[in-house]
């Protein structure tokens, strides 16, 4: 019996961005020894292909527009399974901290007096790096990294500080960013980010169907344009992530600030 995960416990666990190699050895022996996994919908087949059989498997996964189920239907879940005496696996995407409402979680759970852990997992901005050959960061020019999300809620403006997200020598990884590129891009433009500045469309990062489109700030709507709801995809911006031999890059020549933008 694993000390670290006694009956009755649960630990929230990084599923990294979906290739199984990303995993961390820990994810992967807590999966291995866990009664029960609760799964978010980006987690992968391939990832899911590790749990052994009997394990019992539970999609709660939330797409943007496609909520399967509740947080608090969810909090009601694992609390349920864990005081049933289950070793409970909490299987999230990328890393549990980042964007992934573990706090309402561990809140929820603590409370009922059932221990939490966390196992932490690559976030898809280190993954889309990698993929692209690029560093987040770069000495002299990009001495911050921002992590954001832009996802809003239903028919409420991004309500995001764009004087401090548009300083030249940050690093933006903007995740759920897809459907709002085009504000994003005009938004930063108008609070002073240059229109020219590096960015990176990275679509279902370490996964089969990976796609990596490079361009510049005042082009960002468009190389969006064709990237499906249904994939996962995050937004690099800034210098760091320009490709290093530069004179190579292919940039759209068309920008996109209508409006007074
Ligand atoms: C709720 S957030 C969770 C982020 C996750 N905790 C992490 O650390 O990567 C979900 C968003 O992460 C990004 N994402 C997650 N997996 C991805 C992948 N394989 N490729 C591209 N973007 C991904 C997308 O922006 C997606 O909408």
């Known amino acids: 019996m694993p000390h670290d995960f006694p009956p009755g416990s649960v630990w929230l666990v990084g599923a990294g961005p979906g290739d199984p190699d990303l995993l961390t050895r820990k994810a992967e ?26 394990t019992e498997l539970v999609a709660v996964g939330k797409r943007s527009g496609r909520h399967s189920k509740d947080q608090g239907s969810i909090n009601d879940l694992l609390a349920a ?23 309402e979680e561990i809140a929820h759970l603590t409370t009922r007096g059932i221990a939490v852990q966390i196992c932490p997992g690559v976030t898809t901005a280190s993954a889309a790096a990698a993929s692209a050959g690029a560093s987040l960061t770069l000495r002299g020019l990009a001495r911050k990294l921002t992590f954001v ?30 459907a709002a590129a085009a504000e994003i891009a005009c938004q930063l433009i108008a609070a002073g980010r240059a229109p020219d500045t590096p960015v990176m469309v990275a679509v279902n990062v370490s ?45 759209p020549a068309r920008t996109v600030c209508e409006g007074g933008n």
């Open 149 to 178: 999300t832009a996802h809003a809620r239903a028919g409420e403006a991004l309500d995001l500080d764009w004087v401090a997200l548009a300083t030249a020598d940050a690093t933006l990884a903007i995740y759920m960013g897809r």
């Open 81 to 103: 399974a864990a005081l049933g005496g289950k070793r409970v696996v909490r299987l999230k995407g990328g890393d549990p901290s980042i964007f992934g409402r573990s706090t």
């Open 207 to 251: 996964l089969p169907a990976e796609r990596i489109v490079r361009g510049r700030l005042s082009a960002l709507a468009f190389l969006v344009e064709t990237i499906s709801d249904s994939d996962p995809s995050l937004l690099l911006i800034g210098e760091a992530i320009a490709p290093v031999e530069r004179g190579r890059v292919a940039v």
């Open 29 to 54: 022996r807590l999966l291995a020894d866990a009664d029960m996994v609760f799964y978010d919908a980006l987690v992968g087949p391939a990832i899911l292909a590790l749990v052994p059989r009997g």
